[in-house]
Each structure stands twice: as C-alpha cells, then as structure tokens.
C-alpha cells in the first residue's frame, strides 16, 4: 500500500508537483498523525437526554471525520478526495499502476461520490479518466457532474439497460480495449477497494464499538478486516436491499473475521437516496453541533445510532467511534 503516496496527494495544495509514483515510499506514520487528528467527540448536544445521575462517567463517542480529509470545505469545490474514497480507490489505483492501461473507467449515478473522488484523484495524477452515468445527455449536469467535467472526467451518458451491464465482463472488457482503461467497478467496490482500509488499523484497536454506514458494504468489510474478537462492527445499511448484505456477509464473513458484527437493515428511512423530514432536521441540529452530514449514508448513520442509543443505553465502559465516511459533496442534490 502507497500510504505516503496517498499523504502527498491529501497534503497537497499543489497536485501537479506530486513525486514521482513510488511504490518503495511506504510509511505509515504520517497517516497516523492525520487520522487522530481528525477523531472528535460525538456532539453531545445530540445525545440523548439521560438522567446526570444515570452514569458515573460520561459516555466515551468519538467520530472519526474522514470527510475532512483533503476537503476544508464542503461547499466550495472539493479538488482533493475525501471520506472513504481514500481507502477505496487506493488498491484500484495500485492495480491501474500495476496495469499497462492509460485511462481509467467507472460507474456512476448523477450524484455519485464515487465518480467525483474518482475524478479528483485522476486529475491529481494527470490520468485520462472516463464516467459512465446512468442517465441522459439532454438532463442538466448536476453539481457533482459539474465538478466532474472541469476536474477533466469526460462523461458518457447510458440509458438504464445499458448501465445494468456494467457487471458483464464481456461489456466490461469492450469498455477496457475501447479507452484503454483500468475498469474500477460501480462504487470502488471488490477486492482491491478493501485493501486500503488497512491504514486505519492502528486507530481503530481503542474502540469497542465501531459503526460505519454501507452502501455495497466494502468499506464496513475493510474496516472488518482488521477488528478483533473483543470488537463490535455495527453497520447501518443505506440500501433498502431486501436482506442481500445480510446474506452475503453470513456467507463471506463467518469465518473471515474475528470481530463481532451486526448489520442494521432498517435504517435506510424509506430508500437509498431519501431524504424524510426528521432526518433534514437531525442534519440541520448536527450542522449546528458542528458536524456536517450527509443525507445519503452518514445522517442514517448517526440516526441509526441515536436509535438505538435512545433504546438501549450503551454502557460508559464502551468507547464508540462513528466513522464519519464523507460524501458531503453530495448535499448539494437536497438543496442542504
Ligand atoms: C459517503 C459514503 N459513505 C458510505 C458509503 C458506503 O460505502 P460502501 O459502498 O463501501 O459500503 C459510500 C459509498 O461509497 C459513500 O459515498
């Protein structure tokens, strides 16, 4: 893994001037720096109210701001990749490195994280990079898509049909020949998005009780990977998926991992991608706390956790670290 690597890409303000890819320079260190730099407290303001008298010492919920990485502001034009995408895109982008491709291809919708972090990324290491949406020519760009074109992605419109083939690998490889590219798939997802979530080892070992929001769930499996017996992965599933996750991860993860996990499938407040009228207010509250969320994956989160916190008091022995994974860029669809 290329941690310094992805360091200078993150500590730049000058991409252009990026080293020359080297995969010798391996040091972890400064990452460790970075990452416990952006642990805050959970915003007590929206815990829930508990008799003073309830706990002897206060509840210990700490939120790891990974959207801060490389972002300073959310509202005006991210250039650098932020929240999980870091950890995602960093073992695809040592295969494209590995790989004899020019370009890179993924997938995407009109709002995508994914395409956005991914563009940012191949502006900063100067490479061809290619989206293919799900959606039409003739619909405005949307925000995201915006930022996409004038970080240099070109965009290429598919009609529902043919953007349901994007796991042929048939399609997959016409793709690959036709721009010479590296094909990462729809989300960063597979393999190589797990492996980078090992930079996060080190920080996570003084946590009990670690939640993570999941989309195709493999940041929540990197995150997984390196948990122990003694910890709990709580994962808020932000598809409305009928059970699929659950399955896999009964079948995948049994005997992959020694930590505990659970998986909560009810979290998803009516659909991926929606947005009800208590979850704008919990965001407007947390905005106000300081911590800035976004509608798709980490307000479920910390809605999720608020539930259950509300139902079952979790003990003040319990440290709990929320892993705040990013996509802030992408409020800007709900107007927030
Ligand atoms: C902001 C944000 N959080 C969480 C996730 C879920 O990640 P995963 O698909 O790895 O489960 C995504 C999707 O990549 C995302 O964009």
């Not at 260190?29 to 642990?39: G, K, M, S």
């Not at 195709?216 to 390196?226: L, P, R």
Request: hydrophobic share 40%.
């Amino acid at each position: 893994m290329s941690y310094l690597f992805w360091f200078r890409i993150l500590s730049s303000n000058d991409a252009c001037s990026l080293p020359e890819f080297d995969q010798e320079l391996v040091d972890p260190e400064p990452w460790n720096e970075v990452l416990e730099a952006l642990i805050e407290p959970f915003p007590s303001s929206l815990l829930p109210a508990v008799e003073e008298s309830t706990y002897s010492t206060p509840l210990e919920v700490a939120v790891l701001r990974l959207d801060r990485l490389g972002s300073p502001d959310f509202r005006s034009t991210p250039l650098h990749v932020s929240g999980n995408k870091v950890f995602k895109l960093a073992g695809h982008l040592d295969a494209f490195f590995a790989s004899p491709k020019s370009s890179l291809v993924s997938f995407g919708g009109r709002w995508s994280n994914h395409l956005h972090a991914l563009a940012a990324v191949a502006q900063c290491l100067s490479i061809p990079s290619i989206g293919l949406v799900r959606g039409y020519p003739e619909q405005p760009l949307t925000a995201t898509l915006q930022d996409c074109v004038d970080m240099g992605m070109t965009l290429k419109f598919c009609d529902k049909q043919t953007y349901a083939k994007r796991y042929d690998p048939d399609w997959r490889q016409a793709l690959s020949e036709r721009y010479d590219a590296w094909v990462i798939p729809e989300g960063g997802e597979g393999e190589d998005g797990i492996v980078g979530f090992s930079v996060l080892a080190s920080i996570l070992k003084d946590y009990d009780h670690i939640w993570v929001a999941a989309g195709t769930g493999t940041s929540a499996q990197g995150i997984a990977a390196h948990l122990t017996a003694k910890q709990t992965l709580v994962v808020v599933n932000a598809v409305a998926d009928q059970g699929e996750l659950q399955r896999q991860w009964a079948v995948t993860m049994k005997s992959s991992v020694a930590c505990h996990w659970e998986i909560i499938d009810d979290a998803h407040q009516g659909g991926f991608g929606k947005c009800p009228a208590e979850l704008r207010t919990l965001i407007t509250s947390a905005d106000a706390a300081g911590l800035p969320l976004d509608p798709v994956y980490t307000a479920k989160l910390v809605s999720a956790f608020l539930e259950r916190l509300a139902k079952s008091p979790e003990s003040p022995a319990v440290k709990t670290l929320l892993i705040h994974t990013g996509g802030l860029q992408g409020r800007r669809g709900f107007d927030l």
